[in-house]
C-alpha cells in the first residue's frame, strides 16, 4: 500500500493550495487519515485529522484556515489551504491507519508534498 501526496508548491502569503494524497494498493478499510507537517528544526506535528465517517480535528494554529477532507470511494484525502502564512512553509505529510487482510490494522505515511509560502 502507497499513499501518494501531491498538489504542493510556492504560493504567496493570503493564497491558497489545496493538497491531495491517495492510498493505492490492496486496501480493505481506512479509518484515520490526517495530515501532518515538518519545517526544518521542528518536529513533525499534527495539522488536522478526519475520521471514516468525517468527523475532523485540527490544530488550534490552522483553524478556520485549513480544511481536511475525504472521498472514502477513492481512498483519498484533501487539505484545502486559505488564507496561508509564512508559517505554514513546510512539508506536508499525510498519514492513514489501514486495515488489510492477514495484517490488520497498521499506520502508513505518505512522502512528503512541499509547500512553500513566501512573496
Known amino acids: 500500500v502507497q499513499l501518494q501526496a501531491s498538489g504542493g508548491g510556492l504560493v504567496q502569503p493570503g493564497g491558497s493550495l489545496r493538497i491531495s494524497c491517495a492510498a493505492s494498493?490492496?486496501?480493505?478499510?481506512?479509518?484515520?487519515m490526517g495530515w501532518y507537517r515538518q519545517a526544518p528544526g521542528n518536529q513533525r506535528a499534527m495539522v488536522a485529522t478526519?475520521?471514516?465517517?468525517?468527523?475532523?480535528n485540527y490544530a488550534d494554529s490552522v483553524k478556520g484556515r485549513l480544511i481536511i477532507s475525504r472521498d472514502n470511494a477513492k481512498n483519498t484525502v484533501y487539505l484545502q489551504m486559505n488564507s496561508l502564512k509564512p508559517e505554514d512553509t513546510a512539508v506536508y505529510y499525510c498519514?492513514?491507519?489501514?486495515?488489510?487482510?492477514?495484517?490488520?490494522?497498521?499506520?502508513?505515511w505518505g512522502q512528503g508534498t512541499q509547500v512553500t509560502v513566501s512573496s
Open positions: 494498493g490492496s486496501i480493505f478499510s481506512i479509518s484515520v
Open positions: 478526519i475520521t471514516s465517517d468525517g468527523s475532523t
Open positions: 498519514n492513514a491507519n489501514i486495515w488489510r487482510p492477514g495484517i490488520g490494522w497498521y499506520n502508513s
